[in-house]
């Protein structure tokens, strides 16, 4: 089955500058991979997603790039805002003999006024 | 309605009570996913319905636990004889259906205690 690793656990930036987050996932099948914000307290919301056939996604100040061959996927957030302070989830969606999605352990960002 | 609705919202409950929570997925979405998601983790995967069928319910941990769809849209997770070790935040999601690439909504989630 799927198995989806998440670094860094916990990451502190400066307003202004930019994030990184790194997924990777290990069964080659998989093919959407979405990630999501969690705010404290609150349901988790999809901030980007990326289909398999594509290597890189943008919308305003958010991007993912996915590469297959090595099987890892990034979230990219720049000129990061203290309303950006959240937790952050990648996921794998599988797609051999199932649709599960596998969820990574989570990113705390803390954007640093 | 608007959006995914849970209830109850809260829920406490004694060692070795039964207990069921309920999901409203967002209408006409024919996929609903029940997740497990423990402080400072991820959302766990537990089981989904495409329709009213489980499609997958390998990520349910024992024969403890047990969800229906009979009608196709609400679903319920039914947890017998609990254990501290249930309580956590159980997350529901839909979307359209399972093998499109599209957006799956969460609820707000029930969070279980267990005394």
């Known amino acids: 089955g799927e198995n989806v690793e998440q670094h860094p656990s916990t990451l502190s930036v400066q307003e202004g500058d930019s994030a990184v987050i790194k997924c990777t996932y290990s069964?080659?099948?998989?093919?959407?991979f979405p990630w999501y914000k969690q705010e404290l307290g609150k349901r988790p919301q999809l901030i980007i997603d990326?289909?398999?056939?594509?290597g890189e996604k943008k919308d305003q100040r958010i991007a993912v790039t996915l590469n297959k061959t090595a099987k890892h996927f990034s979230l990219h957030i720049t000129e990061t805002q203290p309303e950006d302070s959240a937790v952050y989830f990648c996921?794998?969606?599988?797609?051999?003999?199932?649709?599960?999605?596998?969820f990574g352990t989570g990113t705390r960002l803390k954007v640093l006024a | 309605g608007a959006g995914v609705s849970q209830t109850p919202s809260n829920k406490v409950t004694e060692k070795g009570k039964y207990v069921e929570l309920r999901c409203d997925p967002i209408?006409?979405?024919?996929?609903l996913y029940w997740y497990r998601q423990s402080l400072g983790q991820g959302p766990e995967f537990l089981i989904y319905?495409?329709?009213?069928?489980?499609?997958?319910d390998s990520g349910l941990p024992n024969d403890r636990f047990f969800a229906v769809r009979p009608e196709g849209s609400v679903s319920t997770l039914k947890i017998q004889r609990t254990e501290r070790g249930d309580s956590a935040v159980y997350l529901c999601?839909?979307?359209?259906?399972?093998?499109?690439?599209?957006?799956?909504?969460f609820g707000p989630g029930t969070r279980l205690t267990v005394l």
């Open positions: 999601a839909s979307s359209l259906m399972a093998s499109s690439q599209g957006e799956q909504f």
């Open positions: 069964d080659s099948a998989s093919n959407y």
């Open positions: 990326i289909r398999s056939n594509v």
């Open positions: 996921a794998a969606r599988e797609a051999s003999g199932t649709y599960k999605y596998i």
């Open positions: 209408s006409g979405h024919t996929a």
């Open positions: 319905f495409q329709g009213t069928g489980a499609a997958d």
